[in-house]
């Protein structure tokens, strides 16, 4: 059974930082290629952030180039978000997400549950 885990959101000032944390497990033959941030705030749609795809490739949407640092451990099973100088804006559940790598039709992309960031003025 795949299980994303996505843990380290909290409640912080504007130009605070937080750490997020994405552990996916339970994987056998449907590989992770590239692991994702998104945010979803209300009433917007949910949107990118970053990604570091399975040959390390990084990618950032253009709102929090500079300020978030997206990493993957060196099993790419664990993703990490490094997020400083917080904006309010910033305020949104953040979901993990894999795509497979793997060919199989049965294998398909993977959400986590989310973990809330919240940025007050």
């Known amino acids: 059974q795949v299980q994303l885990a996505e843990s380290g959101g909290g409640s912080v000032e504007a130009g605070g930082s937080l750490r997020l944390t994405c552990t996916a497990s339970?994987?056998?033959?449907?590989?992770?290629?590239?692991m994702s941030w998104y945010r979803e705030a209300p009433g917007k749609e949910r949107e990118f952030v970053s990604s570091?795809?399975?040959?390390?490739?990084?990618d950032y949407a253009s709102s929090v180039k500079g300020r978030f640092t997206t990493s993957r451990d060196r099993r790419e099973n664990t993703l990490y978000l490094e997020m400083s100088n917080l904006k309010p804006e910033d305020t949104a559940m953040y979901y993990c997400?894999?795509?497979?790598?793997?060919?199989?039709?049965?294998?398909?992309?993977?959400w986590g549950q989310g973990t809330q960031v919240t940025v007050s003025s």
């Open positions: 997400r894999t795509d497979p790598s793997s060919s199989y039709e049965y294998c398909q992309i993977d």
């Open positions: 570091v795809d399975s040959d390390g490739s990084v």
């Open positions: 339970g994987y056998t033959y449907c590989d992770v290629g590239k």
